[in-house]
């Protein structure tokens, strides 16, 4: 379950005061719109942002004024703002540009939090087509109907899901645009062992762990492995915390698979963990420069291994490449997402909000991620994780 959106700030959307710079996140209603690329591998269940688009920049001042036009007269003939800033913006070539309306970028906004409403369970596509649940969170409302890892979604509220989108599925157990809230029910068309069963779950809000280690091993050089759900706020303490409280000259095994992005604030933190200070990203905004930088004091001589896959998106592909780049990790795994672009949220009348594409990110070699993602040092499918740790055994970092 991991969160999206992430920002320059570690707090969202500030009323009434210049709106703070974005860097885009999966946008499951784009996806609904199958303009999203083939699905990343498992799709966690959590409210989501745009998409790293495949456009250059638009004219934003413009596109701007344009919508703010378009939200104005539909506030005065008492239409949908949200409708007619978004024809605008679907108008303006910015294939990812979006506008959400108040209680869409509060949930967002929550969900930077750590918090997010839905049953509490991840989906991936299965190797046959199908959608099967890939991680159920302890408590939820999916964990206390009975759902595991490995059963096949087949219905959502009776609609058919096994050919549907990743992505889509996941707007549809949240309830995106039905007005769900707490509570709400959904009902889940479910396959175990090839019988089928029907379970009735209430939508709660959840607070699912961004950061959880555990040890690979038992003896006193065990390799420490820590997972990154999403870079939700305080993700990047965590990390820190995490490599800090390592024993000895144990290596760390950084699994970021499924991590759909976050703050890049928090990103930043977690690659100062690995790094003495220097340069973990660049970004342009209208063709001007601007470079994110670590915190010096990172511990920089123990054995680093980073698990990525094609649900390693944005913030979590922007530390892939920072610790890649600077030579202080090996990465293993599968081809990541490729997301990289900026986006700048302007406020509409009704508190809506739209953001446009203003820039893209790259790692500190200068590489683009958008479009692209990242190709791991060792390439490696479903023993990806045991690939990882022989890795990060022959780099003297324990087993």
Known sequence: MSGCSHRFRPRGLCRGVTLTLVFGCVLATGAATGSLPQDPDPVPELPARTVASRHAPVDREEI????????????????????????????????????YDEREYEEFEQALDGSYLGVGLSARRTAKGGVAV??????????????????LLRTIDGRRVDKRPVPEVVALLRGDGTGAEEGTRVVLGVVRDGEPTTQTLERARLTPEAVTVSRLGTGPSAALLVKVAAFTKGTGQEVRDAVRGAPGDAGILLDLRA?????????????????????????????????????????????????????????????????????????????????????????????????????????????????????????????????????????????
Do not use: C
Request: glycine fraction near 16%.
């Open 64 to 99: 701007r004024e344009e919508i703010e036009d378009a939200a104005a007269r539909a506030e005065a003939d008492g239409k949908s703002v949200k409708d007619a800033a978004g024809e605008v913006v679907s108008r303006s070539g910015d294939r990812w540009g979006a506008v």
């Open 134 to 151: 890939s991680r159920v969170q302890p408590g939820g409302p999916a964990d206390r109907a009975g759902i595991r890892e490995g059963d």
């Open 259 to 399: 991590n759909s992005g976050g703050l890049v604030t928090e990103a930043v933190t977690a690659a100062s963990a690995f790094l003495d200070g220097g340069l973990v990203a660049t970004y342009d905004v209208r063709g001007e420069e601007q470079a994110l930088y670590a915190d010096p004091g990172g511990d920089t001589d123990r054995p680093v291994v980073v698990l990525v896959d094609g649900g390693t998106m944005s913030a979590a592909e922007l530390l892939t490449g920072a610790l890649q780049d600077r030579g202080r990790a090996v990465t293993v795994g599968s081809r990541t997402f490729g997301k990289g672009s900026v986006q700048m949220p302007s406020e509409l009348p009704g508190g809506s909000v739209a953001e446009l594409t203003v820039g893209h990110y790259r790692t500190p070699a200068g590489r683009s991620v958008e479009g692209r993602g990242i190709t791991p040092d060792l390439v490696a499918g479903e023993r990806a994780q045991q690939r990882a740790q022989t890795v990060l055994s022959g780099l003297g970092g324990g087993s």
